[in-house]
């Protein structure tokens, strides 16, 4: 395995033993996420079958909040006890796969930039060319604010843009231009502290 491959890790609940089976430093809530659906499967495993779904589904939530917060660093799989499959998780959208590689490589967006171009949106990123930031292919889980936000820096950039082919005012757009510039470094600072761990952001200006 190269420095660039994602590290494995597999979320299992089996008696006296940890639900993952390599270290990872988590956050107090998701470690007791993780402690307590471990805790909850009988020694010897379920004899109800209700329970057993319910213990399967409780696991596969937590799975998927674990490859959220880790992110395209480590690739997550969860073992489904009912069907006795073990299943990668996908980090950006929560989906379930029997190969690492069902998304393709990668699966969404890891290194952002944001820019303000006539007509684009306000992020973009290899591979996926410019998008919106509430692209769900992209599964960057802004904050509404964010992406409202993000879209209005992008709307006012057009208007900007098309204010000066209206006028040809060089002094309004070069104001203009140097407020928008300023704003979209705010709005960067701001994406990189909202994105999960494994992904960055850039600024690509106006």
Known sequence: MNHSDPRPLLVRAQDDA????????????????????SQARPRGGFTSRPALRRHVAEGLDVARALAKHLGPDWAVRYWDEQHRTEKF???????????????????????IIVQAEYQWGPLRADGFGDFAPDDPAAALD?????????????????????????????????????????????????????????????????
């Open 18 to 37: 940890w639900a993952l089976d390599d270290f990872v430093e988590l956050p107090d809530a998701l470690t007791d996420r993780l402690h307590s659906w």
């Open 89 to 111: 998780v996908c980090w950006g959208c929560g989906r379930t796969n029997l190969t690492p590689d069902a998304h393709g490589t990668p699966p969404h967006p890891v290194h």
């Open 142 to 206: 802004l904050s509404d604010d964010l992406v409202a936000d993000l879209n209005a820096w992008s709307q006012g950039h057009k208007a900007a843009i098309d204010g000066w082919l209206d006028d040809r005012d060089d002094a309004r757009e070069q104001a203009a231009m140097e407020r928008l510039w300023r704003e979209g470094e705010l709005l960067t600072e701001r994406v990189a502290r909202a994105l999960h761990p494994g992904r960055t952001v850039s600024y690509g200006g106006v």
